[in-house]
């Protein structure tokens, strides 16, 4: 069964470093998204993108947050200059349409950052 | 506001007993609604999903729930648990004005040998 993957599964970063999370959505998945889990809090959406370009974004998605599809399989995360409040649990999603779609999610990956 | 509520933040039942999990809803269009488990270590799968028709889904696992429009409600069934569905469940709401999915905050299951 296809899946969604990410890695690494897990990064230790220190504050003001930048970060690049990175995920494979499943092959035919056309949109894609990113959430995260704060430590004991809900999992919250971050951004999602489709056809090269975001398509809606939370207020969380600041200016140190971008998104990326550098080719055909990779969709990626970068962090620009990582804050101790950025540590969560990222999730990668994607599905296969818009509407009427389920959101496949990846295994996360835990961020830390000192 | 868009929201979702997961009443309990932790539930312990015996093996083989009957199972509930609450989700109450907030939203202001016409609901898709999920629920997923998170095992320790793993990523959230999806359980079953709701977008229209019998409000009574079946899902993976045994599980199934039921989507009740007067009481905002889609709650999580499952007859008799068993040892290894002790992990922590995500409601989850959804609608064609937004890509984004609202999550509750989780409940945590423990399965009592």
């Known amino acids: 069964e296809p899946e969604v993957t990410q890695t690494p599964s897990h990064q230790v970063t220190q504050m003001g470093q930048e970060v690049i999370l990175r995920c494979v959505p499943i092959s035919n998945h056309l949109y894609f998204y990113w959430y995260r889990q704060i430590l004991g809090q809900k999992v919250e959406f971050l951004v999602s993108?489709?056809?090269?370009?975001?398509?809606?974004k939370s207020e969380i998605f600041d200016d140190q947050f971008s998104v990326e599809r550098p080719d055909g399989s990779n969709f990626t995360l970068k962090i620009r200059s990582t804050k101790l409040e950025d540590s969560a649990m990222y999730f990668c999603?994607?599905?296969?349409?818009?509407?009427?779609?389920?959101?496949?999610f990846g295994p996360g990956t835990r961020l830390l950052v000192l | 506001a868009q929201s979702v509520t997961q009443p309990d933040i932790h539930i312990t039942v015996s093996e083989g007993a009957s199972l509930e999990l609450r989700c109450n809803y907030s939203?202001?269009?016409?609901?898709?609604l999920f629920w997923y488990v998170q095992s320790p270590g793993q990523g959230l799968q999806l359980l079953l999903k709701?977008?229209?028709?019998?409000?009574l889904v079946q899902g993976i696992k045994g599980f199934e729930a039921e989507f009740k429009r007067s009481q905002s409600s889609f709650n999580l069934r499952k007859p008799s648990v068993h040892w290894s569905d002790a992990a922590e469940y995500f409601c989850?709401?959804?609608?064609?004005?937004?890509?984004?999915?609202?999550f509750g905050s989780g409940t945590r299951l423990l399965v009592r040998p």
């Open positions: 989850a709401v959804g609608g064609d004005s937004s890509y984004k999915l609202i």
């Open positions: 993108f489709y056809n090269n370009e975001i398509s809606e």
């Open positions: 709701y977008f229209s028709g019998d409000t």
């Open positions: 999603a994607s599905s296969e349409a818009f509407r009427r779609e389920t959101q496949y």
């Open positions: 939203y202001g269009a016409t609901p898709y």
